[in-house]
């Protein structure tokens, strides 16, 4: 066993047995993916507005490779095993799934969460598998951000504070 808490589900493949069986009791699952680069209280509160809209939580988590490739090299700062396991830890996530692509398109596709959320800075027509869960009788839903939280606003912050020194 790793020095971390990994438990949980890391593959859609895994999970799709467990959702069928809690969908047959009327559970709405609710679906939201990102980075979750250096949690911080936006995400938390993010977090907890999206699983107060159904019954179970499951988050699309983008893979290491997967953020270099849409965020560049010099991230993610924490590793997707890291990130994982703050994910886990919230209260509010039920499952947290791994995925390499750069979209969550397909992991959507798989799992047909009842509800799809995602950050009020995105347009509804923009979401990706926005689609597809409102052809299968879904709902999609965004959430307002907390105003000057961030990630990229956090590593700024820390550059200037840190950023020139060389100890």
């Not at 993610?76 to 791994?98: G, K, T």
Request: aromatic share 4%.
């Amino acid at each position: 066993m790793s020095e971390l808490d990994t438990q949980g589900l890391t593959g859609w493949r895994e999970l799709l047995p467990l959702l069928k069986q809690v969908r047959k009791q009327g559970v709405r699952i609710v679906f939201t993916n990102g980075v979750f680069d250096i949690l911080h209280a936006g995400h938390v509160t993010y977090l907890e507005a999206a699983a107060a809209l159904g019954d179970r939580l499951v988050v699309g988590l983008n893979s290491d490779a997967s953020v270099r490739r849409l965020k560049g090299p010099r991230r993610p700062v924490v590793s997707e095993r890291h990130r994982h396991h703050l994910l886990r830890a919230l209260r509010c996530v039920d499952y947290v799934v791994l995925f390499d692509e750069d979209t969550p398109l397909e992991l959507i596709s798989a799992l047909q969460p009842d509800i799809l959320v995602k950050g009020a800075d995105y347009r509804l027509e923009d979401i990706v598998g926005g689609s597809e869960v409102l052809a299968a009788g879904g709902e999609v839903r965004t959430i307002a951000m907390v105003p000057g939280l961030s990630t990229s606003g956090l590593v700024a912050k820390i550059l200037e504070i840190y950023g020139d020194e060389s100890s």
